[in-house]
Nanobody, 122 residues
Framework: QVQLVESGGGLVQAGGSLRLSCATSGRHSSNYNMAWFRQAPGKEREFVAAITWLGGDTDYADSVKGRFTISRDNTKNTMSLQMNNLTPEDTAVYYC???????????????WGQGTQVTVSS
């Protein structure tokens, strides 16, 4: 079992930055591929970025490529999402997810956090 807890959300003006963190705990939690998803009101949950358990591979949605950076520190059992040049379209609840096998853009990950709200004002 893996537990995930997101933090770092908040209100920011367009063009600003935020850094989200996802703290992991549980047996072998650092051995999991991890991802960020987001869900805006009235929309389906969508893929944002993913990283393999050793951090060697990353993947980004086209909408965030060049603005967001996913990273992880397995010594601290944390994963982060640095978000720069934010726009109102980035407003959503952001979720971290983990899976021992999958490294995909779909929401098939086994474990999910509760989410953290990101609001970008224009």
């Amino acid at each position: 079992q893996v537990q995930l807890v997101e933090s770092g959300g908040g209100l920011v003006q367009a063009g600003g930055s935020l850094r989200l963190s996802c703290a992991t705990s549980g047996r072998h939690s650092s051995n999991y591929n991890m991802a960020w998803f987001r869900q805006a009101p009235g929309k389906e949950r969508e893929f944002v970025a993913a990283i393999t358990w050793l951090g060697g591979d990353t993947d980004y949605a086209d909408s965030v490529k060049g603005r967001f950076t996913i990273s992880r520190d397995n010594t601290k059992n944390t994963m982060s999402l640095q978000m720069n040049n934010l726009t109102p379209e980035d407003t959503a609840v952001y979720y971290c997810a983990a899976d021992s096998r999958r490294f995909v853009r779909g929401p098939q990950y086994d474990y999910w956090g509760q989410g953290t709200q990101v609001t970008v004002s224009s």
